[in-house]
T-cell receptor
Framework: AQKITQTQPGMFVQEKEAVTLDCTYD???????LFWYKQPSSGEMIFLIY??????QNATEGRYSLNFQKARKSANLVISASQLGDSAMYFC???????????FGAGTTVTVRA | DAMVIQNPRYQVTQFGKPVTLSCSQT?????MYWYQQKSSQAPKLLFH???????NEADTPDNFQSRRPNTSFCFLDIRSPGLGDAAMYLC??????????????FGPGTRLTVL
């Protein structure tokens, strides 16, 4: 069974600063995928970034980067230069190859202060 | 723009009165999902379709049913809504692919209120 743990229920960050959202996972599968989603108060879940378990480099997408430490089973999301529009709930999720269902963490709420 | 559309965005129903939520997609994805999400919680998968193959989660109540008449559309039927069914219902789609190709894309959700 796969399990995702997000230990930070809520975080505050100053505009233009970077913030790191923690995600640890537990799986016995050698191959898996890790995803981060953003959910603003409007409700839509927005796919941000993906990291494969065999990827050698950390994934980056614009201001989002993933700090992937496979031995520690962690996949932390880093948001650089925070903007007010980054205020949202962020979910870490994972799946296994061939199993397209996602296991989600509990989420972290980020509030960006001006 | 290719997208996932959900209607209505807000739905109010009475206790026990059947309700249908709809989802359509222009992404031409094989897989469609329905999630239930309660306040400040992670989404909970109710069921999914791979093409026309229906897959029910073991703990999804019988009160929830789904139909997928074609690739583009999927419906969630709640036969007798209870107060505990008040939630956000999210529809998502994905390709059947590995890696980032298998990412799920979500609609804006339907917020259901049960009076």
């Amino acid at each position: 069974a796969q399990k995702i743990t997000q230990t930070q229920p809520g975080m505050f960050v100053q505009e233009k600063e970077a913030v790191t959202l923690d995600c640890t996972y537990d799986t016995s599968d050698p191959s898996y995928g890790l995803f981060w989603y953003k959910q603003p108060s409007s409700g839509e879940m927005i796919f941000l970034i993906y990291q494969g378990s065999y990827d050698q480099q950390n994934a980056t997408e614009g201001r989002y980067s993933l700090n992937f430490q496979k031995a520690r089973k962690s996949a932390n999301l880093v948001i650089s230069a925070s903007q007010l529009g980054d205020s949202a709930m962020y979910f870490c999720a994972m799946n296994r190859p061939g199993d397209y269902k996602l296991s989600f963490g509990a989420g972290t709420t980020v509030t960006v202060r001006a | 723009d290719a997208m996932v559309i959900q209607n209505p965005r807000y739905q109010v129903t009475q206790f026990g009165k059947p309700v249908t939520l709809s989802c359509s997609q222009t992404l031409n994805h094989n897989v469609m999902y329905w999630y239930q999400q309660k306040s400040s919680q992670a989404p909970k998968l109710l069921f999914h379709y791979y093409d026309k193959d229906f897959n029910n989660e073991a703990d999804t109540p019988d009160n929830f049913q789904s139909r997928r008449p074609n690739t583009s559309f999927c419906f969630l039927d709640i036969r007798s809504p209870g107060l505990g069914d008040a939630a956000m219902y999210l529809c998502a789609t994905s390709r059947l692919g590995s890696g980032a190709l298998g990412a799920q894309y979500f609609g804006p959700g339907t917020r259901l209120t049960v009076l």
